[in-house]
């Protein structure tokens, strides 16, 4: 198939999981397809980065840097797209996609994230598929309680608009693929069945056996996009609220807290027992050097990158239910799943107590990965639906 990929950013650096997500796929694809990537980026891609993406047949980077696209939100003012819609408008890119289409004898368009909604020229005679990824209406929900009150109107608007628009543009797309069955079930129930579930997973080198340190650096790693809203309020969860329990155990342990554009509000935590390290070129470094992988989620949809990449690399593993709903693993065999502050501190104290049992689990939720959550696997099913021949899957 000659197959036209469409994102909203150029996928590498791999710090934010839509991009690691369409590097996967797009690696994968090209495998056995001719793929076209075309993108837009708020600033030119270096020829480094370019490389990075050497596997497409072409790539085509639509700069639009930021006031373009702050310009564009005033349209918000004057229909009802959700914001971050309007914001990554581009006429640029429809014409991109239109001429390519036509010069190339495209067979699917491909397109990930419903904010590049109204930069596809439609009334092409091609077949074309929408990766929802998450369902952005319910996350932006979950935002609204923990936003200043000045904002607060807005984000309720914007999770209102994004519910409209995940079910009216579904109807230009001849498939739809989303993360979990937790974000299928988001959507609205017309959709449901409809949308075929395609999880991320896990990039082979987080399977590689690597050299251990001599010590371990660190007691618990947290890492991801710490930018992000819902990796914000995780952190906060764990260190306002998850450290002053252990603290009040006698238990004093080193946290990592790793990944890109770390928030001013984590940046404040740096001390002897917090390090904050910022973007960092391989998490693998990070996580060798600690003993137990944390992810005390709780906000945000879809399937947490982070999970799959500790538990491929054989490290015990914490998280919260919301996190474990997109993976279905099994609390106390594969990992341990804790609600709330008490619990979560109760978890992260039995397995520093007990190694035996941290190993056991770090085992176990090695083979979790590896059976269900390998990218070789995930492309297979994606390719199925890009050709039609895709049944429902979850």
């Not at 693929?177 to 937790?182: E, F, K, L, T």
């Not at 935590?269 to 391989?282: C, K, Y």
């Amino acid at each position: 198939m000659k197959l036209l990929v469409a994102l909203s950013r150029f996928p590498w650096p791999l710090e934010k999981g839509d991009k690691l997500r369409a590097w996967y796929q797009l690696q994968g694809l090209a495998l056995r397809h001719e793929v076209h990537l075309i993108c837009l980026n708020d600033k030119p891609v270096s020829a480094d980065d370019l490389a990075q993406l050497n596997f497409c047949a072409s790539v085509q980077v639509i700069v639009q840097g930021k006031l373009k696209s702050g310009w564009n939100l005033l349209g918000s003012l004057f229909n009802r797209l959700p914001f971050q819609v309007n914001y990554f408008r581009s006429a640029a890119m429809q014409r991109a996609i239109a001429e390519t289409n036509h010069r190339l004898k495209i067979d699917v368009c491909f397109v990930q994230l419903i904010r590049l909604g109204e930069n596809l020229p439609f009334d092409q005679d091609r077949r074309w598929v929408l990766d929802y990824m998450d369902t952005f209406s319910i996350g932006m929900a979950q935002r609204v309680a923990d936003t200043s009150a000045l904002l607060r109107p807005l984000v309720r608007i914007e999770a209102k608009r994004l519910r409209a628009y995940e079910t009216k543009i579904a109807a230009q797309f001849d498939e739809l693929v989303i993360i979990s069955d937790r974000d299928a079930e988001g959507l609205a129930p017309v959709l449901r069945e409809a949308v075929h579930v395609i999880p991320n997973g896990v990039g082979e080198a987080f399977f590689e056996d690597l050299p251990q340190p001599a010590q371990k650096d660190f007691d618990l790693i947290f890492f991801g996009n710490m930018g992000y809203h819902p990796n914000v309020q995780s952190a906060k969860f764990l260190v306002e609220e998850v450290l002053p329990i252990l603290h009040k155990r006698g238990l004093r342990p080193k946290l990592c807290i790793a990944g890109a554009r770390p928030a001013p509000l984590i940046k404040a935590w740096e001390s002897p027992e917090i390090t904050v390290t910022g973007f960092v070129a391989d998490i693998r470094d990070y996580v060798l050097r600690s003993k137990i992988s944390v992810a005390p989620l709780v906000g945000g949809q879809g399937l947490q990158n982070k999970l799959l990449e500790s538990m491929a690399m054989t490290m015990p593993t914490i998280t919260t239910p919301m996190a474990n709903a997109g993976l279905g693993a099994k609390s106390g065999e594969d990992l341990l799943v804790c609600e709330g502050a008490e619990a979560f501190a109760e978890g992260i104290a039995a397995l520093m107590a007990d190694p035996a049992k941290a190993a056991e689990l770090a085992g176990n939720g090695r083979r979790f990965v590896e059976q269900r959550f390998r990218w070789a696997a995930m492309n297979v099913r994606l390719e199925g639906v890009l050709g039609g021949k895709g049944g429902k899957s979850s």
